[in-house]
């Protein structure tokens, strides 16, 4: 069984920084991507960022030059770096893992997190 933890959400006034993190954790030999979404209410779940498993970063244009992706494949964990965050970042992130390999030899596909709310609000 494959668990992603998500953490570090929390509210933030605008203009601030939060920092996000997901650790993998279980029985499993590698992870593909992993990413991070939100879904604000009564909006589709979208895609923040994502990152390889070789650690190349893709970004929505909405986040581009204020949120930054990063793992750590020795601690299984992945982090977004949040800054200058607005009130339009308001919504439940969600990590996600796209492809695991357990050490069954059987592959899970999207597992997720059970996310972690982030409000922006003065």
């Known amino acids: 069984q494959v668990q992603l933890v998500e953490s570090g959400g929390g509210l933030v006034q605008p203009g601030g920084s939060l920092r996000l993190s997901c650790v993998a954790s279980g029985n499993f030999f590698s992870i593909n991507a992993m990413g991070w979404y939100r879904q604000a209410p009564g909006k589709q779940r979208e895609l923040v960022a994502a990152?390889?498993?070789?650690?190349?970063?893709n970004y929505a244009d909405s986040v581009k030059g204020r949120f930054t992706i990063s793992r750590d494949n020795a601690k299984n964990t992945v982090y977004l770096q949040m800054n200058s965050l607005t009130p339009e970042d308001t919504a439940v992130y969600f990590c996600?893992?796209?492809?695991?390999?357990?050490?069954?030899?059987?592959?899970?596909?999207?597992?997720w997190g059970q996310g972690t709310q982030v409000t922006v609000s003065s």
């Open positions: 990152i390889t498993s070789s650690g190349i970063p």
């Open positions: 996600n893992a796209d492809r695991v390999v357990t050490t069954t030899g059987s592959t899970k596909y999207n597992v």
